[in-house]
T-cell receptor, first 112, second 114 residues
Framework: QKEVEQDPGPLSVPEGAIVSLNCTYS??????FMWYRQYSRKGPELLMY????GNKEDGRFTAQVDKSSKYISLFIRDSQPSDSATYLC????????????FGKGITLSVRP | DSGVTQTPKHLITATGQRVTLRCSPR?????VYWYQQSLDQGLQFLIQ???????AKGNILERFSAQQFPDLHSELNLSSLELGDSALYFC?????????????FGSGTQLSVL
């Protein structure tokens, strides 16, 4: 079993839809949870960052972490064509030398 | 623009060859990370340097090596290249080392081994 599993997609939604992206993980030591967005031919860029359980909102984006279920989600409200990209979840344990473990990513396409 | 610079953007080479990928971190960032991205494996952590010293190793092959120089730029050396080494190689940087550090990625080097 991979440490981080992410729905493979791809996902296509109409403009204005609410998008839900999810990851599950197996390592209960993960403490820091992130969502990265990657546009075609670009490097990943940090979108949302959460420590431990709870919700975090930033504009149209909400990140949710449920450590008891080992499940994290990213919600995108009022999705726009500019949201079309690959979304990768990532997480790491505490500790200075802990590595960031990524999900494989899901490609989202928002149709105008 | 993340502030992390990677060169070259594209590299085409033959099996058995050796290549060097270069990374300049964001100004002031001491930590540099190398990742490999392929369709089947996703983003895989290779190695981390902090202020010139190796700090963490991931799934890095023995044919691969890296270093971070006094000016903090880093190089990833890939030797005896195989077809399976074709991938996107990303460098990322962060100000310090630590689990709560946020990584900033460069645009990557697309390596094609023919």
């Amino acid at each position: 079993q991979k440490e981080v599993e992410q729905d493979p997609g791809p996902l296509s939604v109409p403009e204005g839809a609410i998008v839900s992206l999810n990851c599950t993980y197996s390592n209960s030591a993960f403490q820091y949870f992130m969502w990265y967005r990657q546009y075609s031919r670009k490097g990943p860029e940090l979108l949302m960052y959460t420590y431990s359980s709870g919700n975090k909102e930033d504009g149209r984006f909400t990140a949710q972490v449920d450590k008891s279920s080992k499940y994290i989600s990213l919600f995108i409200r009022d999705s726009q064509p500019s949201d079309s990209a690959t979304y990768l979840c990532a997480m790491r344990r505490a500790g200075a030398n802990s590595k960031l473990t990524f999900g494989k990513g899901i490609t989202l396409s928002v149709r105008p | 623009d993340s502030g992390v610079t990677q060169t070259p953007k594209h590299l085409i080479t033959a099996t058995g060859q050796r290549v060097t990928l270069r990374c300049s971190p964001r100004s002031g960032d001491l930590s540099v990370y190398w990742y490999q991205q392929s369709l089947d494996q996703g983003l895989q952590f290779l190695i981390q340097y902090y202020n010139g010293e190796e700090r963490a190793k991931g799934n890095i092959l023995e044919r691969f090596s890296a270093q971070q120089f006094p000016d903090l730029h880093s190089e990833l050396n890939l030797s005896s290249l195989e077809l399976g080494d074709s991938a996107l190689y990303f460098c990322a940087s962060s100000p310090r080392q630590g689990a709560n550090e946020k990584l900033f990625f460069g645009s990557g080097t697309q390596l094609s081994v023919l």
